[in-house]
Structure formats: structure tokens, C-alpha cells
């Protein structure tokens, strides 16, 4: 079992940054692949990037270049660097951890771009 907290949320500008975090509790963190979803309000949730249990990361093309996905499994934490936000950026973002078949969500923290 894995239980993920978000945090990092908040109103910010156009072209501001933010960083969301991810903790992960209750199992052994290294093992699985962790990505960062989000969804906007009236539609489906998106994939926005992912990182490997070995590092290797993947991103959406609207925001690679712009955001950065990261982990510190010494501290069983995930993070999301977002940089040049855009208003279209407003949305809740998940994490979720994924080992196979298995997969954890998190409850999601709220990011609003605006000036």
C-alpha cells in the first residue's frame, strides 16, 4: 500500500513558477514510477510527465521545456518543477505511483495561473 500527498499548490501568475511536491508513504518508493497528472475543470484528467524507478523522465509536449519531474527517494518524495506557467496550466495535479498492474493516487493539489 501507498499512500501520496500533494502539496505545492497555489495562484499564480503568468510566467511564474511554482513547485509541487509528492510524499510518499507506506511502501518502498524507489520500486515504483512516478508521474504527475492533471486535470482542468470540464475535462478528463492528462498525463503531464513521468519519472522512471531509474530516472528516466517523460513529458507531454505542451509543457516539456517548461516543467521538470524529479525524486529524492531518500526522502520518498516526488516533485514537479513548473516553470513560464500559462493560464491553461489552471488545474488539479495528481501524482500517482505505478508498479505493474498496481497504482496509488494522491488527492491532488490545486494550481491557478492568472493575473
Known amino acids: 500500500q501507498v499512500q501520496l500527498r500533494e502539496s505545492g499548490g497555489d495562484l499564480v501568475q503568468p510566467g511564474g513558477s511554482l513547485r509541487l511536491s509528492c510524499a510518499a508513504s507506506g511502501s518502498i518508493f524507489r520500486l515504483y514510477a512516478m508521474g504527475w497528472y492533471r486535470q482542468a475543470p470540464g475535462k478528463q484528467r492528462e498525463f503531464v510527465g513521468r519519472?522512471?524507478?531509474?530516472?528516466?523522465?517523460d513529458y507531454v509536449d505542451s509543457v516539456r521545456g517548461r516543467f521538470t519531474i524529479s525524486r529524492d527517494n531518500a526522502k520518498n518524495t516526488l516533485y514537479l518543477q513548473m516553470n513560464s506557467l500559462k493560464p491553461e496550466d489552471t488545474a488539479v495535479y495528481y501524482c500517482?505511483?505505478?508498479?505493474?498492474?498496481?497504482?496509488?493516487w494522491g488527492q491532488g493539489t490545486q494550481v491557478t495561473v492568472s493575473s
Open positions: 519519472i522512471s524507478s531509474g530516472g528516466s523522465t
Open positions: 500517482r505511483a505505478d508498479r505493474g498492474i498496481v497504482v496509488y
